[in-house]
């Protein structure tokens, strides 16, 4: 299961994009995509690509050149969809420097490029459909090497249409809910989407469409990923939500505090900090390092065994001193 994003620079600006891929590749990203809007930007990938580490996938629309000199510029993958090129010797072409080089292409299909007069009803299925079209332009051509993505910006549609291309291929699965918004709801959709379909095992690649920092998409693929034991990176965090049964004064403040601290932490380790003794002392007992709150002191636990009480003052620092320990 492989994390990627977006840039969000444009790409024939170099050393924007060069330093926004260094910091994504420092969260975590595996994998970036970048817009290819015209030769400029193609030309603009060699330099890129000497510049950093990540794989680079270039988002093609409508005009094969774009692909080729992307392909020439030395990047990894290419995001095309063949329909869009209307002529079919071109799309050999491509399809040919592509194998050529050894590297993947990527169609699909989004809601947003379908008949807007579609039944609701339908929509799942011709997305499906048509993602399926893409990849049988390029088998057309001989050219195999194919990653299949079916998006909507309706949960529902989305998982319905990528069940429905799965059952049907072998390719890899790229996986995104499209356009989901602000920062709030995209985390509630794609988790959605993408959680529902990795828990059936379904999906190689995956992306959170946030409209904000690409920094916050990876983020939120690897919690996802985390969350769901697929692959785990960094803190997890046990914390209770408070009810009035919480024996600390700041509870929240405490939790948010840990939270910014141990993103510092890049290896697996699962973090408790709970507020009573109801379900504190379980939960203190199953992660990795927690603390399970009393009247005016905390029970320290460390893998599983009580090791000390703890003053609410010393709470994070002792968090933190385990957790790195570990």
Known sequence: MVVQTMTKTDTRDVAATVAQIRDLEGHGCEMVRLAVKDLTAAAALKSIHAEVALPLVADIHFDPRLALASIAAGVNKIRLNPSNIRDPAAVRDVAAAAKAAGIPIRVGANLGSMDANLEPSARAAALADEALHEAALLEEADFHDIVVSVKSSNVREMVEAVRIVASKTDYPLHLGVTEAGPLRQSLIKSSAGMGTLLL???????????????????????????????????????????????????????????????????????????????????????????????????????????????????????????????
């Open 200 to 326: 059936d095992g379904i999906g190689d690649t995956i992306r959170y469409s946030i409209s904000g920092s690409p920094v916050w998409e990876v983020d939120a693929a690897w919690t996802l990923l985390t969350q769901l034991d697929l692959r785990v990176r960094g803190a997890r965090i046990v914390s209770c939500p408070t009810c009035g049964r919480c024996e600390v004064a700041d509870m929240l403040g405490l939790v948010n505090e840990l939270e910014r601290r141990l993103g510092e932490i890049q290896k697996p380790v699962t973090v408790a900090l709970m507020g009573c003794v109801v379900n504190g002392i379980g939960e203190g007992k199953v992660a990795d390092v927690g603390i399970a709150c009393g009247r005016d002191a905390g029970v320290l636990f460390v893998r599983g065994k009580p090791v000390r009480n703890v003053a609410p003052a010393e709470f994070i620092d002792t968090l933190i001193s385990e957790a790195n320990k570990l």
